[in-house]
């Protein structure tokens, strides 16, 4: 692949991310394959291409290829934004499709990367982290709600892909940086999601009602700390960065206030989680630490009560 072919580029996973992602990738002039797990929403996807509601409810439609056997693609550049629990199956995925792609992480928590590299080597291995807020409306319509930052950079570094894609994000109308220093970009986008998910999915509310509550702020801000703390227990974060976490944290808040976090969704769909790769992460390298992370352990449980449906609604008993 050198700098002058276009890329072609399959997005693995058409939640809100994936579908978000695509349409960023149509609109500035990609060839995109969405590589699909349910043979009903590729379905759908073919009848109705794929809809992307702006935050003025304004609606665009952009035609999309939609594949519901990934194997059988020849694609460069996979975009993977499944759901961290699904992430050792789409590297096996990737692992069985022709050429050797590349893929690109652009997931919620902590050893995404590990992982892929641990099956298609790292050197084939990007990493992204977004904090544009999506909410996935059906199979075929996503809602925009909130603009971010991508980051995007090899996962041992530099990577040629990189910079490419920047460019193509950015053509895009997405803010969109590159950098060499990917583990410390996916611990600040964990920091946010800390904080923000369980919170919004135990409280069924959307990203904005922890600035407006203070005893969301509370929680949010605690979790976000401690877990600043095995960041910088680990030297992946500075005593400064881990601190900062707070703070970005609630700049996303207030960027995504309409948003309903991702983990949000998950709980009112009645599906798995990502808590064990956010929070649950932070209390497994904590304990190994000796550091203490109260908050943390009791959202985890809560959400993993919920997950087992022993409660509905706010806070369990
Ligand atoms: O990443 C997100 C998520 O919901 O998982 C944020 C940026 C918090 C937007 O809701």
Request: hydrophobic share 45%; glycine share 10%.
């Amino acid at each position: 692949m050198d700098g002058a072919e276009p890329i072609r580029i399959g997005v693995l996973g058409a939640g809100a991310v994936g579908k978000l992602t695509a349409a960023a990738l149509v609109s500035s002039g990609m060839s995109v394959r969405l590589l699909v797990r349910r043979q009903e929403q590729a379905a759908s996807l073919r009848q109705n291409g794929l809809v992307l509601v702006n935050s003025d409810g304004k609606r665009l439609r952009f035609p999309v290829a939609v594949s519901a056997d990934p194997v059988a693609e020849a694609v460069d550049l996979v975009m993977v934004t499944v759901k961290s629990i699904d992430t050792e199956q789409a590297a096996r995925q990737v692992a069985a499709m022709p050429g050797t792609p590349c893929v690109l992480s652009l997931q919620n928590g902590l050893g995404n990367g590990e992982t892929l590299a641990a099956l298609l080597g790292p050197e084939r291995v990007l990493l992204g982290v977004s904090t544009y807020g999506a909410t996935a409306q059906s199979d075929y319509e996503v809602a925009a709600r909130g603009s971010g930052e991508l980051v995007v950079g090899g996962y041992l570094g530099c990577h040629p892909l990189a910079d490419k894609l920047a460019a193509i994000f950015s053509k895009a109308g997405w803010n969109v940086r590159v950098s060499s220093d990917m583990q410390r970009e996916v611990w600040k986008k964990a920091l946010v999601n800390i904080g923000i998910n369980p919170v919004t999915a135990i409280h069924r509310v959307p990203n904005g009602a922890i600035l407006e509550r203070p005893d969301l702020r509370q929680i949010a801000v605690a979790a976000v700390w401690e877990a600043g703390q095995v960041a910088q227990g680990l030297g992946v974060l500075s005593a400064d960065e881990a601190a900062a976490g707070v703070e970005r944290m609630l700049l996303v808040c207030r960027a995504t206030a309409a948003n309903r976090s991702s983990m949000l969704q998950d709980v009112e769909k009645g599906r798995r989680t990502e808590i064990g790769s956010l929070n649950g992460a932070v209390v497994r390298m904590a304990d190994e630490l000796s550091v203490a992370t109260p908050v943390n352990r009791e959202l985890v449980n809560r959400i993993r009560q919920i997950e087992a449906g022993n409660c509905d609604g706010a806070y369990c008993t």
